[in-house]
């Protein structure tokens, strides 16, 4: 059996140092650990390449979102023939046989197409970041269950709608069916999109609530509030939303989403937080241009 873990780096050398410290103490199934850097400074390539190593460095000239950088190590771990390709966000931490766990009960049922760990704050190790999910079709966003409570229930493998790309552990024939990650989003929602395909393929998504990571949620991305995360959430749900669109609730979807987002920029603009409101208008924008482009094709 043939195990990859791929870690995207941008600008976060440490975390990633770090993660695969933990992999490499923790797991023994891992056949070849893949970091791809998406084009950092080069002082942080410097970094990388002088611990090399540890693990297979792919350098990008360029950086063109998550998903295109992740693709590019599915590809190469495609190639490797390994059965299964763990993606796993850089700035996470494993607890022991946490991957033999996943790699269990993906072997426990043919039909399994991505399993995921339960993902607890690294911050607030007792307190829930994942542990399944679902898709609100009427808004078009995907929600954590239980985010922010402590976990209670112990050892059982549940169903979920959607998996978060922190830590997907996936079929290499999901791939090679379904095709690679979505990479119109750059950034957020190409999970989203890529569960919906997989399940669509008729797969079943599963999470091994006894396998457990850490997350120092959005160390890269400056948090879910940051210009950064509001800017490409907002362009990228109404991708989404034109990608999936369905006749019962396109209207409603719609409406709610513009009203929700005039109320948004109104409490940008009143709590003088003027970076935040300009990159909801950006995102608006940038959706609605895209969306038109794909339309006229």
């Known amino acids: 059996m043939k195990i990859s873990i791929i870690l995207l780096n941008y600008n976060n050398e440490e975390d990633t140092l770090e993660c695969v410290n933990s992999i490499k103490k923790n797991s023994k199934l891992i ?38 950088g992740n693709n590019i190590g599915i590809k190469y771990a495609i190639d490797r023939l390994d059965e299964y390709i763990l993606l796993l966000n850089n700035d996470t931490i494993i607890e022991d046989d946490c991957i033999e766990k996943l790699v269990d009960c993906m072997e426990s049922d043919s039909s399994i197409g991505i399993v995921s760990s339960r993902i607890m704050y690294y911050d607030n190790p007792d307190k829930i970041w994942y542990c399944g999910g679902t898709i ?21 493998i549940i169903d979920t709608e959607f998996i978060s790309g922190c830590c997907m552990l996936v079929r290499r024939e999901v791939f090679e069916k379904v095709g690679l990650l979505p990479e119109e989003y750059f950034m957020y929602y190409e999970d989203v999109d890529f569960c919906k395909m997989v399940l669509d393929a008729n797969y079943k998504l599963k999470v091994c609530t006894d396998s457990v990571i850490y997350h120092k ?3 890269s991305s400056g948090g879910e509030d940051s210009p950064f995360s509001i800017k490409w959430c907002t362009r990228n749900r ?60």
């Open 31 to 68: 056949n070849e650990i893949i970091v791809v850097d998406n084009n950092s400074s080069e002082e942080s390539k410097k970094v990388l390449k002088e611990n090399k190593n540890n693990y297979k460095l792919i350098l990008n000239k360029e950086n063109n979102g998550f998903a295109a």
């Open 136 to 156: 609100d079709w009427k808004k078009y966003i995907a929600i954590h269950s239980n985010m922010g409570k402590k976990y209670k229930q112990e050892g059982s």
């Open 217 to 219: 949620v959005s160390s």
């Open 238 to 297: 109404l991708i989404f939303m034109n990608k999936y669109k369905c006749d019962n609730y396109q209207f409603k979807s719609k409406t709610f989403f513009y009203s929700t987002r005039i109320i948004r920029a109104i409490q940008y603009l009143l709590k003088g937080e003027i970076n935040k409101y300009k990159s909801l208008l950006e995102g608006i924008k940038l959706g609605r241009e895209f969306n038109k482009q794909i339309h006229k094709k």
